[in-house]
C-alpha cells in the first residue's frame, strides 16, 4: 500500500527547479504532501482531491492524476528553507481515515 | 510552534518498565493519531481515533495500547518494549478524520523520541 517516491534525493542550486513524483498501484481517494526538517515534525504542504486538480502553495505547487494514480510535487525557484524531507501521504479509494506515506524524498538546496 | 503538544520530549526505559506517552490538541479536532518514525524512514501508521474510538489498529503489537480519554487527549501505553521499538513516535490531530468534510490535513506533534534499553 505504500506509495512509491522519487527521486530518493536531490541536490539543487538555489533558484533551481525540482519534481518529485508519487505513484500508487491502487486507487486513490486524495494526496498529501508533508515536508520534515530534521529533527522536527512534518509539516502539512498541501493535499489534492480529484482527478487533475492543482494546487499552488507560493513557489510549491502539486497536480494529481487520478487516473493514473499518480501526484507530482513542483517546487520552482527553490530557496535554502526548502531543504528536508518531503513526503507524499495517500489515502486508497477502499480505506477510509488511513494516511500512508511514502519512503520520502531528500531534497537539499545549496547556495 | 506546533499545536500538537507531545510529552515527554525523550524517554528512556527498559524492557520490563512500563511508561505512558501523551499527546494534546486543542484546536477541536475528532481524530488523533499515532505515527512510528524511525530514522531515515516515513511516519508509519499505529492507531487512529475517529470521535474518541479506535478506528484503525495496524497490527500493532499488544505491548503498544491506546487509549483516548477524550477528544483532546491521546496517550500510548509501553509496557515490556522491546529495543527495536526504539523510534520517534509521533502524535497527530485532524479536523474530522483524513477523509472527513474539506479532507483534513495533518497537524503533527513534535514527537517523543523514545530508547529502550
Known amino acids: 500500500q505504500q506509495p512509491v517516491q522519487s527521486p530518493q534525493a536531490v541536490i539543487l542550486r538555489e533558484g533551481e527547479d525540482a519534481v518529485i513524483n508519487c505513484s500508487s498501484s491502487?486507487?486513490?481517494?486524495?494526496v498529501h504532501w508533508y515536508r520534515q526538517k530534521h529533527g522536527e515534525a512534518p509539516v502539512f504542504l498541501m493535499i489534492?482531491?480529484?482527478?487533475?486538480e492543482q494546487k499552488g502553495h507560493e513557489k510549491i505547487s502539486a497536480s494529481f492524476n487520478e487516473k493514473k494514480q499518480q501526484s507530482s510535487l513542483y517546487l520552482t525557484a527553490s530557496q535554502l528553507s526548502y531543504s528536508g524531507t518531503y513526503f507524499c501521504?495517500?489515502?486508497?479509494?477502499?480505506?477510509?481515515?488511513?494516511?500512508?506515506f511514502g519512503a520520502g524524498t531528500i531534497l537539499r538546496v545549496k547556495s | 510552534d506546533t499545536e500538537v503538544t507531545q510529552t515527554p520530549k525523550h524517554l528512556v526505559m527498559g524492557m520490563t518498565n512500563k511508561k505512558s506517552l501523551k499527546c494534546e490538541q486543542h484546536?477541536?479536532?475528532?481524530?488523533m493519531y499515532w505515527y512510528k518514525q524511525k530514522a531515515k524512514k516515513p511516519p508509519e501508521l499505529m492507531f487512529v481515533?475517529?470521535?474518541?474510538?479506535?478506528?484503525i489498529n495496524e497490527s500493532v503489537p499488544s505491548r503498544f495500547s491506546p487509549e483516548c480519554p477524550n477528544s483532546s487527549l491521546l496517550n500510548l501505553h509501553l509496557h515490556a518494549l522491546q529495543p527495536e521499538d526504539s523510534a520517534l513516535y509521533l502524535c497527530?490531530?485532524?479536523?474530522?478524520?483524513?477523509?472527513?468534510?474539506?479532507?483534513?490535513?495533518?497537524?503533527f506533534g513534535n514527537g517523543t523520541r523514545l530508547t529502550v534499553t
Open positions: 489534492l482531491l480529484k482527478g487533475g
Open positions: 481515533y475517529s470521535y474518541e474510538k479506535l478506528s
Open positions: 497527530a490531530s485532524s479536523r474530522t478524520g483524513v477523509r472527513g468534510p474539506n479532507n483534513s490535513p495533518l497537524h
Open positions: 501521504g495517500t489515502e486508497l479509494r477502499e480505506y477510509g481515515n488511513k494516511l500512508v
Open positions: 491502487k486507487a486513490l481517494y486524495s
Open positions: 484546536m477541536g479536532h475528532r481524530a
